[in-house]
């Protein structure tokens, strides 16, 4: 067994996703109730590494409307009765935290980081307020990538050596 170094931990509906880096490429285990899959990315087979920011609908569909209907109950009792503001505060206390995430989520988004590797992909993704960690992550991943494809079977960047103009290319005219 390999050394396995935890890289970033996340919670979903169902389960929770833990990524793992080690010496030659990122697992990532997923468990849902007493089933865990895991998936590895090789660092040789990496084809793309992005970072990039997604909304989710699903959560901002839930949290929307949850938001919505606690509030509009919350503003239709005060309408009703502006004396019986004791009655709306359990709306709007039920209601607030998820207009709120709603309205932080639509703004800010997510950062997610994406490996994708020729058979598989690892998808991690990062709070609302992490988006200092994924960029880390998403820095230690390209190294780890960059390092392990150029010392693989003796590949060097190439290089572009400087090559002048050849002598029948007409010079832009003189800046007035």
């Avoid at 935290?97 to 709603?102: G, K, V, Y």
């Avoid at 989520?105 to 992490?130: D, I, K, N």
């Amino acid at each position: 067994m390999t050394d396995r170094t935890l890289l970033h931990r996340s919670r979903t509906l169902l389960g929770t996703d833990a990524t793992f880096v080690t010496a030659d490429g990122i697992d990532v285990d997923s468990s849902q109730n007493y089933e865990v899959i895991r998936r590895r990315v090789f660092f040789d087979d990496v084809a793309l590494v992005t970072l990039h920011r997604e909304r989710g609908l699903a959560f901002l569909l839930t949290t929307g409307a949850f938001g919505t209907f606690f509030l509009a109950m919350a503003i239709f009792v005060v309408a009703i009765n502006v004396e019986a503001w004791e009655v709306a505060l359990p709306f709007f206390i039920l209601g607030a935290p998820a207009f709120l995430a709603f309205l932080l989520r639509l703004a800010m988004g997510r950062a997610v980081v994406t490996v994708w590797g020729r058979r598989s992909r690892a998808v991690l993704r990062f709070g609302v307020f992490r988006s200092g960690k994924a960029r880390r992550v998403y820095g230690k991943i390209c190294s780890a990538v960059r390092r392990a494809q150029s010392g693989a079977a003796g590949f060097s960047p190439p290089e572009s050596p400087a090559r002048p103009l050849p002598a029948d290319v007409p010079l832009p005219p003189p800046a007035q």
